[in-house]
């Protein structure tokens, strides 16, 4: 490629490495920044800037004299200091929302895992006796107490504890499931895989949309261990639909001596349907129906952090107890503490749903969140740009999360268009926002729902955009 005369002056005035660093030597923000990452910001913008003129894109003389140069290294450092995970603003209205780290954690569990993450616990230490005790203790009997389970244990995710209870009971032996609960969850958790990979063998039985108790019974075999109910968390089977429920299940189990499962996915000790919600099943009631282990998620509807929970049949929870795998799947001490702290709050349910932010949202008053977009519209009309577009609608938010597929929680959106900006321009430049603000696209706009958003995030929000609209695109 042939370049320009312009061009080949501009690359003679680009400044060298050496240049740069002895230029941030004199200059404080430098000072604690480690020598290693100084160096590679400067390569990585005289890179970028001698890229530019090669691609000619109209890249001014000025640009590359000291002071440009020299900020654009500290807007790199600034980047590259930034954690790579990072907050940031649920405006997607899903409250359980798998990509942005499902459920936020109560502020009293937040306060206990940090005493616990910054200094020695028992974790695996008997106070009473002196001597090495059990990692699950802490939540154990509190997780009995909530449940009317017998017995309990955590591990690291509901997968785990999925692959755990199906390695322990059935390995080389059959499970009966129905097909119309082979859940795929997303991110790759299949039950049948996840049978495979257990060593139990699927065996299934009924259609998708109809199955019988008849069905369990005709496939019933000597080496039978287990009969498993898959609650069909992120999806609903409606029409011409018949489902044995885990009644029927754990009674005809029990005839045969086998046990039952229940995986319920989401897993809930309140009953949604006393908040004018659908129906989801209890953990509790899983239990007193007859489920012999039952599994379900620690993040979820339950509102605390990424676990997986299983409770059941002393006799059963024993042996999967003893399983070499729990030492590969096991919960951490930061989980612990949040997750003991979270079912705490539980023995006050009217608390739990104040106070676990998972619940708060779901259940929150529309006039809350009605109010909520009130302020922003007005926030962001109060910036007196004729650019600007915006307007509040009603609609409704999801629980996400593979929790009550069929739930419509009514919510507000404030929807933004800006004359001369592509709204996907614009959802961009919110997604690169510091934090970023997550929002859907649709009609042109650029849609936030309120029900996820906090109070104290509206003016961060405002300001996202008054940069937007200061800096424009870049
Ligand atoms: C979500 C879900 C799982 C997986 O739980 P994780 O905690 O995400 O590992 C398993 N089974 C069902 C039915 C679920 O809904």
Redesign the pocket.
């Known amino acids: 490629m042939e370049l320009t005369e312009k061009q080949q002056d501009l690359l003679r005035m680009l400044p060298g490495v050496d240049h740069v660093l002895e230029l941030a030597k004199s200059d404080s923000f430098f000072e604690k920044i480690p020598k290693s990452l100084r160096v590679r910001c400067v390569r990585s913008v005289i890179e970028t800037l001698r890229n530019t003129v090669f691609e000619d894109s109209g890249i001014s003389a000025e640009s590359l004299s000291d002071i440009p140069v020299i900020e654009a290294v500290k807007a790199r450092v600034n980047q590259e200091m930034t954690p790579n995970l990072r907050r940031v603003i649920n405006a997607t209205g899903v409250v359980v929302h798998t990509n942005l780290g499902r459920s936020l954690l109560a502020e009293e569990a937040v306060e206990n895992l940090l005493i616990i993450a910054s200094r020695y616990s028992n974790l695996e230490f008997d106070l009473e006796l002196g001597k090495r005790g059990s990692r699950y203790s802490c939540v154990e009997n509190l997780l009995c107490e909530l449940s009317g389970a017998e017995s309990a244990m955590v591990v690291n ?4 504890a ?1 692959l755990l209870c199906l390695e322990t009971l059935a390995k080389g032996k059959k499970v009966i499931v129905s097909r119309g609960e082979l ?1 795929e ?1 997303g991110g790759s ?1 299949r039950i049948p895989d996840v049978m495979a990979k257990s060593g139990a063998v699927l065996k299934e039985v009924g259609t998708t949309n109809r199955t019988h108790l008849r069905d369990y019974a005709g496939a019933l075999e000597e080496d039978t261990a287990l009969l498993l109910k ?2 069909t ?2 999806y609903s089977v409606v029409g011409f639909t018949a489902e044995v429920t885990l009644k029927d299940m754990a009674f005809l189990a029990s005839s045969r001596g086998i046990p039952v499962m229940n ?4 897993g809930t000790f309140v009953d949604f349907s006393r908040y004018g919600m659908l129906k989801e099943p209890t953990v509790q009631e899983s239990v007193s129906t007859g489920a012999d282990i039952v599994t379900f ?1 620690g ?2 509807l339950l509102g605390g952090p ?1 676990a ?1 929970i299983i409770l059941g049949k002393k006799k059963l929870m024993d042996s999967i107890r003893k399983n070499p795998l729990t030492r590969a799947l096991r919960i951490d001490r930061l989980t612990l503490a949040a997750l003991e702290t979270t079912l705490r709050i539980y023995r006050d349910p009217e608390k739990a749903v104040r106070v676990i932010p998972t619940l708060r949202m779901l259940t929150c008053d529309f006039r809350l969140i009605e109010k909520k977009a009130g302020q922003l519209a007005e926030m962001l009309k109060g910036l007196n740009d004729s650019r600007v577009y915006i307007q509040v609608r009603g609609h409704s938010s999801r629980v996400g999360g ?1 929790a009550l597929p069929l739930q419509e929680l009514p919510s507000m959106s404030v929807e933004i268009r800006i004359k001369n900006m592509s709204v996907n321009a614009v959802e961009r430049a919110m997604r690169a926002n510091m934090p970023p603000v997550i929002g859907r696209v649709a009609e042109d706009f650029f849609i936030m729902d309120m029900r996820t958003v906090e109070a104290d995030e509206l003016p961060v929000i405002g300001t996202a955009f008054e940069t937007l609209l200061k800096k424009g695109l870049s």
């Open positions: 995710n509901n997968a785990a999925v859940v969850i958790f898959v609650h968390s992120n995986d319920l996915g989401s998620s993040d979820k990424q997986g593979g």
